[in-house]
Structure formats: structure tokens, C-alpha cells
């Protein structure tokens, strides 16, 4: 089995920043790539940014310039450091780890940016 704990997520101002955590155990090997989804109630969850074990990465338009994933492989760890805040941001964020093609997800933690 695979184990994804998030942490990081709560209420933020409108241009704060929050940094979001993702460990991962379990029978992991094979990990391929580490990233962070979010989704809103009515839509289909969406990609915010991802990171391969050689470090290429794959964001979001909307993630550019504001948010950046970061992966520690030695600890199986992914991190999202997301900065300048929007509204829209809001959503509930979950990690998401790829092992021989299989997608594993984590339970999600929530995001508010508001005043």
C-alpha cells in the first residue's frame, strides 16, 4: 500500500502565501512523478504542478510565476510553496504520486484565500 500525508493548507489572506507538504510511504518504488492537484466543488480537479524523479516539471498556466513544487526524493516528500495568493486559488488540494502508472492520492487539505 501507498500512504500520502498532506499538510500545510488553511486560510490566507489575499497575497499571502502558503506552503503545502505531501510525505509519502509505503511500497514506493517506482515513483515517477510527485505533484499537487486542487479541485472545486462543480469542477473536475486540475493539475497545479508536477515534478518527475529527473526533475522536469509541469505546471499550470495559472501556477506560473506564483507557485513553485519541489520534491525531496531521499525523504519522499513533495512541497508546494505557493506565493501571491488569489481568490481563485481556492480549492481543496491534493498530492498525487505516480508508481508504474498508478496514480495514489491523498485526502486532500483545504485552501481559503479570503479578507
Known amino acids: 500500500q501507498v500512504q500520502l500525508v498532506e499538510s500545510g493548507g488553511g486560510l490566507v489572506q489575499p497575497g499571502g502565501s502558503l506552503r503545502l507538504s505531501c510525505a509519502v510511504s509505503g511500497m514506493i518504488s517506482g515513483i515517477y512523478t510527485m505533484g499537487w492537484y486542487r479541485q472545486v466543488p462543480g469542477k473536475r480537479r486540475e493539475l497545479v504542478a508536477s515534478i518527475t524523479t529527473g526533475g522536469v516539471i509541469n505546471s499550470a498556466l495559472s501556477a506560473k510565476g506564483r507557485f513553485i513544487v519541489s520534491r525531496d526524493i531521499a525523504k519522499n516528500t513533495v512541497h508546494l510553496q505557493m506565493n501571491s495568493l488569489k481568490p481563485e486559488d481556492t480549492a481543496v488540494y491534493y498530492c498525487?504520486?505516480?508508481?508504474?502508472?498508478?496514480?495514489?492520492w491523498g485526502q486532500g487539505t483545504q485552501v481559503t484565500v479570503s479578507s
Open positions: 498525487n504520486v505516480v508508481i508504474f502508472a498508478t496514480d495514489y
